[in-house]
Nanobody, 123 residues
Framework: QVQLVESGGGLVQTGDSLRLSCAAS????????MGWFRQAPGKEREFVAA????????YYADSVKGRVTISRDNAKTTVYLQMNGLNPEDTAVYYC????????????????WGQGTQVTVSS
């Protein structure tokens, strides 16, 4: 069982930045991808970004490309999501997830999920 704990959400204004963190209680060899998803009220949960744990390749949704950076700290088994230029359309609950095998990293088919952290962007 892997536990994921997100932190760093909050209420910000348009144009502000936030950095989300997700700490995993897993050995790094068991992680293939770690990803971030978000779910706005009344909408489906959608892919935001992911990182291949070995090698560090990164992947982004078109809607956030250029504004968001995903990174990892191997020693802390923690993944970060740096978000810049936030706008009200970014308001959502952000979830961290881990995938222990390859496959479609853009789908919601991840093995473990965190509880989520709320990000609210006011106009």
């Amino acid at each position: 069982q892997v536990q994921l704990v997100e932190s760093g959400g909050g209420l910000v204004q348009t144009g502000d930045s936030l950095r989300l963190s997700c700490a995993a209680s897993a050995r790094t060899f068991s992680i293939y991808y770690m990803g971030w998803f978000r779910q706005a009220p009344g909408k489906e949960r959608e892919f935001v970004a992911a990182i291949r744990w070995t090698g560090g390749s990164t992947y982004y949704a078109d809607s956030v490309k250029g504004r968001v950076t995903i990174s990892r700290d191997n020693a802390k088994t923690t993944v970060y999501l740096q978000m810049n230029g936030l706008n009200p359309e970014d308001t959502a609950v952000y979830y961290c997830a881990t995938k222990t095998y390859g496959g479609n990293l853009y789908s919601k088919d991840y093995d473990y999920w965190g509880q989520g952290t709320q990000v609210t962007v006011s106009s």
